[in-house]
């Protein structure tokens, strides 16, 4: 089954992978979908948060977590005083899943083929970012990153070691947007961001 391998150049830097991604056809999501929207942010960093897919806002503008859940992002990572400009921010599948309702494109959750088709990138953004901890926002990119069992619920707010990476989990900020007690939802997700960043034992 074809997947992104065989669009990933070996050994390349963070520019090289990124022009190389624009013409990824590693599964169908690129037929749809604007624009592959690749990972932004420092290279190296310390610090790499993986969200689910682009949404329209990204698909359109071909920038990561620019429509609501980033801007969702940018308050809790204010309230967590994490700095945007020095995170590497990413997505476990770099094009957009949707369905259209009319002229409304509705975002749909990548299928798990396609999250193990993607995931090529990902290994070589991990890679080039080096990054000291990756945050897995949400059950697609921590399934992504520590395999299709993984359950959120049990481990969110937890830092794990996985093939020698520092993974802290929460859930992601679309979540927190949609949550029926949002000030709950909001204050528990910067619980998580703060717990996250501390230096690990
Ligand atoms: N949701 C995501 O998971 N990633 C984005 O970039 C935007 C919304
Ligand atoms: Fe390639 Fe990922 Fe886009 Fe599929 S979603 S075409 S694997 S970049």
Redesign the pocket.
């Known amino acids: 089954t074809a997947d992104a391998a065989q669009y990933v150049p070996e050994g390349a830097d963070w520019a090289a992978l990124r022009s190389a991604a624009v013409r990824c056809h590693g599964c169908e999501l690129h037929k749809d979908a604007s624009q592959t929207?690749f990972g932004e942010g420092p290279v190296p960093a310390r610090l790499m948060m993986v969200?689910?897919?682009?949404?329209d806002h990204?698909d359109t503008e071909g920038h990561?977590?620019v429509?609501p859940?980033?801007r969702l992002l940018d308050k809790a990572f204010k309230a967590a005083r994490i700095d945007r400009s020095k995170t590497y921010l990413t997505?476990a599948v770099k094009h957009f899943r949707f369905t259209e309702r009319g002229r409304r494109r509705i975002h749909q959750q990548p299928l798990r083929g396609q999250v193990v088709a993607c995931f090529p990138w990902l290994r070589e953004e991990i890679r080039v970012v080096k990054p000291r901890l990756v945050v897995v926002?949400g059950a697609v990119a921590a399934k992504a990153v520590l395999g299709p069992s993984f359950k959120l619920t049990e481990h969110r707010g937890e830092v794990l070691e996985h093939d020698g990476l520092q993974v802290g989990v929460t859930v992601?900020p679309?979540a927190v947007v949609r949550a029926e007690n949002f000030s709950e939802a909001f204050d528990a997700f910067v619980a998580d961001l703060v717990a996250l960043k501390k230096p690990q034992k």
């Open positions: 929207v969200g689910e897919c682009p949404g990204e990561v977590f429509g859940a980033g997505n926002l992601h679309s």
